[in-house]
Nanobody, 125 residues
Framework: QLQLVESGGGSVQPGGSLRLSCVVSGSADRSTCMGWFRQRAGKEREMVALFSNNSRTSFADSVKGRFTISRDNAKNTLSLQMNGLKAEDTAVYYC???????????????????WGQGTQVTVSS
């Protein structure tokens, strides 16, 4: 079992930056895929960024070049650095993890068994 706790959300003006963190407790070292998803108002939850246990990353097209994802195994923490934020980045952001074996980390939220409670990110002038 894993427990995921996010932090770092908040309000920022367009063009600003935020850093989200997700602390994982439990058998964190057994996580094969970890990532950040978001759910905008009235929309389905969507993948933002993924980090595999072999350090491969993937990003949604909408955030490429603006967001970076990193994992600190010593601190059991997954981070999402968000730069150049836009109004359309406003959403509840969730940390997710899975421990099954994947050829590549799946992009669908349906494949992740462990979730944090979510943290609100609001980008507004």
């Amino acid at each position: 079992q894993l427990q995921l706790v996010e932090s770092g959300g908040g309000s920022v003006q367009p063009g600003g930056s935020l850093r989200l963190s997700c602390v994982v407790s439990g058998s964190a070292d057994r996580s094969t895929c970890m990532g950040w998803f978001r759910q905008r108002a009235g929309k389905e939850r969507e993948m933002v960024a993924l980090f595999s246990n072999n350090s491969r990353t993937s990003f949604a097209d909408s955030v490429k070049g603006r967001f970076t994802i990193s994992r600190d195994n010593a601190k059991n923490t997954l981070s999402l650095q968000m730069n150049g934020l836009k109004a359309e980045d406003t959403a509840v952001y969730y940390c997710a993890a899975d421990q099954r074996t994947w050829t590549g980390c799946p992009h669908s939220d349906m494949n992740y068994n462990y979730w944090g409670q979510g943290t609100q990110v609001t980008v507004s002038s």
